[in-house]
């Protein structure tokens, strides 16, 4: 099993500037499911994707003109692996001095890696400079949070802090707030983000649920198990009929990690980047 201390974060690495798909560091999402109750191989209580963005990709023509791209990774929230952060930017980096005939070719390499570490299909869309004009900014839509004047003190994951109340109409809520904070699983360092919750059921109490949100400021994980851990929370304690938890985080090292799962069909994010990213 890949397990995170084993991969190259808070290690001195080797920047390799030639392709190299062997650095590239997959980590089972089962053990942090199962740390809150999701047995591997039970149907999941979501579904969803991690849309993953690069502004740092850049690799050669065949002449050795460097080319440069914004990419996007979509990748499945059924996929069995995650991808460790530091692994996924060096092995951007060994296209770097690496020449190849096109976009496209750069585009099915990194499709057919990425699909090979996670384990599932793995949408890969290149943004080139002729496209960079036309990228658009916005935040999460939702009622803010943060305009709650509380006062708390408790900075690891409480869910006992969320609750609904269940003898109200049932209500249809869009939540925001930009307080999110953990810490990486392996180097400690802070993750910073904006989370959207969306439901329908009881009326969630909001200053429980900002109060929940901040209890993750000295938690240790990575950015797709704490939003698997909100959500779960949540549909525990509240048992919304619906709900979907969105959050974009900020960029380390050129990339930045949105998770977003969901148990009601609707549509994908447009993953906008925030004023944050």
């Known amino acids: 099993m ?15 500037a030639e392709y190299d798909p062997s650095l590239l560091f997959p980590i089972p999402r089962a053990p942090k499911r199962a740390e809150i109750g999701l047995a591997e191989g039970a149907a999941l209580p979501f579904f ?16 050795g003109k460097p080319q440069v791209a914004l990419a996007t990774f979509i990748v499945p929230a059924n996929t069995p692996n995650i991808v460790e952060s530091k692994s996924f930017k060096l092995y ?3 296209f770097n001095q690496t020449r190849l005939a096109s976009a496209e070719a750069l585009q099915q390499l990194l499709h057919q890696d990425l699909s090979e570490a996670t384990g599932g299909p793995v949408q890969v ?15 999460l839509d939702g ?24 003898e109200e109409t049932i209500v249809e809520e869009t939540l925001v707030s930009h307080l999110l904070k953990s810490n990486c699983l392996v180097t400690g360092q802070p993750d910073w983000g904006s989370v959207q919750i969306q439901y329908v059921g009881a009326p969630i109490d909001q200053e429980g649920l900002l109060k929940y949100l ?11 198990q704490c939003v698997e851990r909100i959500f779960v929370d949540v549909m525990r304690q509240c048992r919304p ?13 050129g990339l930045d990690i949105n998770p977003f799962r969901t148990n009601f069909n609707t549509p994908w994010p447009d993953n906008r980047r925030n004023a944050r990213q």
């Open 2 to 16: 890949s397990l995170p201390e084993h991969s190259p974060l808070g290690k001195v690495s080797a920047y390799k």
């Open 48 to 63: 969803g994707v991690d849309f993953w963005n690069a502004y740092e990709l850049s690799w050669l023509n065949q002449k």
């Open 92 to 94: 951007l980096n060994s």
């Open 125 to 139: 869309r290149l943004t080139t400079e002729a496209d960079f004009a036309g990228q658009r900014m916005g935040e």
């Open 143 to 166: 009622l803010l949070l943060d305009r709650l004047d509380i006062e708390t003190d408790i900075y690891e994951p409480a869910p006992q802090l969320l609750r609904a109340d269940h």
């Open 214 to 224: 901040i209890s993750f400021r000295n938690h240790n994980e990575f950015h797709e």
């Open 241 to 253: 009929a619906k709900l979907a938890v969105y959050a974009r985080y900020t960029r380390r090292g």
